[in-house]
């Protein structure tokens, strides 16, 4: 097992940014001594219907960062995200900063390379991110020391990122009422998730947890913020010590009747080239529609 450097000593400041259209949570995660900050899983605005790309939601942070004099030194995707599209590189034009994701992107990028018949000069590599990150690796946010977690199994390449006290957990848990994300895309295995969802549990209880989705279930409001403690006790499908094969037949007769998540192919096509979106011979942004590939 991975020993990773927690330190409940150091409490970034956390602004959350929430995205109606794909019930999104974005973060700017700040160092309130430095005022360094990254930007964890932004969001670009896409009318699919119509063909269009606009950036209200990334605008926002952006003026976030500016009127607070922050400096902001990375973009991390926690995934692949399969239902928003990324607007990192659209924030890194304005204002720095380096975009990571974990290593496995390759993985997501050779399966999803193949279903849209990507071209040579598509690269599998994960070269178009400035950087990739194995398990345990840790990265610098002004003085605040930052790690991630390989948490496969919604996503091969799933991370769920630490820094001080908060942990940024992606899709691998939602709200205790919420539950978890699905683990049937191509690479993903309810096992896994299983698994990966004890490693966030085994932090400290009281470490913060922020979550990238919430749907309001029962009509509730939308939240995104946690604790482990929490999730451990009231999660309605880990929680309360639920066995990994309760789990695992759970979550596989639940994804079975899920539906094709609305934005999964544009989403995909940008996010596996680090939010830039594909263009072609011409040089035009242009996504594909494979039929019947996914
Ligand atoms: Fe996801």
Avoid at 100 to 123: A, C, H, L, P, S
Avoid at 164 to 193: H, K, N, Q, W
Avoid at 242 to 250: A, D, H, I
Wanted: with cysteine.
């Amino acid at each position: 097992m991975t020993q990773y450097p927690v330190d409940m000593s150091v409490s970034p400041e956390v602004k959350a940014f929430f995205d109606e259209a794909t019930n999104t949570i974005s973060y700017i995660v700040a160092d309130p001594e430095t005022k360094a900050c990254a930007v964890i899983d932004s969001v670009m605005d896409i009318d699919y219907a119509a063909g269009r790309i606009t950036y209200d939601h990334a605008n926002a942070m952006i003026a976030h960062i500016q009127n607070n004099n922050l400096t902001l030194e990375w973009l991390i995707e926690t995934h692949v995200h399969a239902d928003h599209l990324s607007a990192a590189p659209y924030i890194q034009e304005k204002l720095g900063g380096k975009i990571g994701i974990g290593r496995k992107i390759t993985v997501i990028q050779d399966v999803f390379g193949k279903i849209f018949n990507e071209g040579t000069e598509f690269q599998r590599d994960g070269s178009q991110f400035d950087a990739l990150f194995d398990d345990g690796d840790t990265y610098q946010i002004g003085k605040m020391t930052a790690f991630a977690m390989h948490t496969p199994g919604h996503t091969p390449a799933c991370m769920v990122h630490v820094i001080g006290d908060a942990a940024f957990v992606g899709d691998t848990l939602f709200m205790p009422d919420g539950g978890s994300a699905r683990a049937d895309f191509p690479g993903g295995d309810a096992g896994e998730l299983y698994d990966s969802i004890q490693k966030v549990l085994s932090l400290p209880d009281e470490m913060r947890l922020f979550i990238c989705h919430d749907y309001g279930p029962g009509g509730r409001d939308i939240m995104w913020q946690t604790t482990v403690a929490e999730e451990k006790s009231n999660n309605i499908h880990v929680g309360g010590g639920k066995t990994r094969e309760e789990f695992v037949k759970f979550r596989t007769e639940r994804d079975a009747q899920l539906a094709v998540p609305k934005l999964i192919i544009p989403s995909l096509q940008v996010n596996m080239r680090a939010g830039e979106v594909p263009r072609d011979d011409q040089g035009n942004p242009v996504l594909k529609v494979p039929l019947n590939g996914l």
